[in-house]
Every structure is written in C-alpha cells, then in structure tokens.
C-alpha cells in the first residue's frame, strides 16, 4: 500500500527531536549579549509543530536560575496537516512542556525572564538548555531572525498562475483575479495571493503578526473581522509576495476555476 508522505512524517511529531544547525548563533536581552554559540540544536518537543533553539549552558553568558514560571499562554494542541493530527503551535507558550526537564529562570544585569528557558532530561541533550524564543532578540549569522526558528524541512512555495480565483464573504464578492500567486507552505492549506487591484471592501486592521519565512504580516478586515493579510516588506526569497493580499480560506468561501473550494481544517479555524 502506497504511504503518504506527509502521514508519515506526522507519526514524528509524537518524538522529542532535533537537528544539529550549523549557524552561528547570537541572541540578545533588551540589547545586551546574552548568548553566543556555534553549536545550536533545533529541538522540537513531542507535539510542537516548530522548534525551538537550544544551546550549550558553557555558551550562555546570562545567569540561569532553577524555577520560574514560563509563558503558558494560547490555546491546546490545534488541527494541522492531514489525517485530523493535532498539535502545539507557536500560539501555544513555551511554559508548556511535553518532555521531562527544568525549568529556568534567565537573569541577566538586573533583567529576567521567569521560566525562559528548560533543561531537558534526555541525556541526548545533556549540557543544553532549550530558549524561549520571544525572552530574547535572535540573530543568525548577520540576519535577525523574526517569528520563531526556522524549520530547514519546512518549504514555501510561490508560482504565478493563470487561475480563476473568486474570493466572497456572506454572497458578497471581495475579490476576483486571473492573475493569483499559488503560495503552498508545508503543513498549512494553499494559499492564493492576489493583486490589491483584485481586493475590494477590506479595511485596514491594526493586526500584526512575524512569519519565520515570510516576514510581518499587516491584516485586512470585514466588519472589523480581519479575513486576510499582506507582506509589505517580504524576507529575502519571498519578494513575489510583496503587497499582493491573500485571505484566510477557513473563513471565506473560494472558487476556483469555477468549484467551489472546500474550507480547510486548520489552527485558523
């Protein structure tokens, strides 16, 4: 029986994992160094969908204190990918740990984050702490890195297209194009960009959200609901993308080519 690859790496997710990164990475306290290392490891504890960085406690220069409560903010696990999987996003607070370790409390002149960072009790990762992204400013190499850390088996994807796209809301039509950008993102349902000339009736939104690959997000809304977004300023790679709007399909009815497309099953539900 043929096997679905996409099911296939899901089973994964169940796992404490992690990937060796070979950058050099720096991360800041309110402008202060507070890490320097050339041995970061990607970790994904069991259920989360994005990883987190983890180095070596020789190479963090802030004091690592035992206990302290992290961020349990956001919501439980979330539908993601095929099959009905459910599973920790970046909504959901690094305080939620799903593998056995401590919890740490980083201090640096005067300034902590309670509960920042954790030390596993897997001794594949003995000598390594696990960061909270949001507790610091993080660079790698030379490039901030915005969002959170990047996934290297994560893929964005942005193709022209000569497809049919219509875009309403309650049997009112916000947007209609021949000229969309297909945008497929691993884990996450399509996406179809389309030209402001091809967007009518949103309002600007003072939403604003980080994406790793893409960069910050502005939001565009109806009747003070945002349904859709745009990049304004896109991460090197994913300039196609730049002021062209794109909506949330969980929450509007497309159709494509003439079908109607079915509402995916996502965390925007």
């Known amino acids: 029986m043929a096997l679905r690859m996409a099911e296939h790496v899901a089973t ?10 070979p950058v050099h990475l720096r991360a800041t306290l309110d402008g202060t160094p507070a890490l320097d290392t050339r041995e970061a490891l990607l970790v994904w504890e069991p259920g989360r969908v994005v990883p987190q ?31 009905g999987r459910t599973v920790l996003t970046p909504d959901t607070g690094f305080g939620v ?8 409390t980083i201090r640096l002149d005067g300034r902590e984050r309670a509960g920042a ?24 190499e030379d490039a901030p890195v915005v969002g959170h850390p990047r996934d290297p088996f994560h893929r964005v994807d ?9 875009i309403s809301l309650d049997g009112r039509t916000l947007a209609e194009s021949r000229r969309p950008l297909l945008v ?5 349902p399509v996406r179809w960009y389309l030209p402001q000339d091809d967007v009518t009736g949103l309002t600007g939104s003072d939403t604003v959200t980080e994406c790793a690959y893409k960069g910050v997000a502005r939001y565009l809304a109806v009747g003070g609901r945002d349904v859709a977004w ?11 993308l730049a002021g062209l709007v794109s909506f949330f399909t969980e929450h509007v009815d ?12 996502s965390p925007w539900t």
């Open 230 to 240: 745009y990049y304004p300023d896109p991460l090197p790679g994913m300039e196609a």
């Open 12 to 21: 994964s997710f169940d796992a404490l994992r992690v990937e060796p990164t």
């Open 53 to 83: 960085y983890a180095v070596p406690v020789a190479d963090v220069r802030a004091e690592l204190v035992p206990g302290g409560d992290g961020d349990r903010h956001g919501p439980g696990a979330q539908p993601l990918g095929p099959g």
């Open 97 to 104: 740990h799903t593998t056995d370790g401590e919890p740490l």
């Open 158 to 166: 942005a193709r022209p297209s000569h497809r049919h796209v219509r």
């Open 117 to 140: 960072a954790f030390r596993p009790a897997d001794p594949d990762l003995a000598g390594y702490v696990v960061v909270d992204f949001p507790a610091l400013e993080w660079t790698e």
């Open 254 to 265: 497309v159709t494509l080519d003439g079908v109607d497309v079915t509402r995916p099953i």
């Open 184 to 188: 497929t993102e691993t884990w996450l």
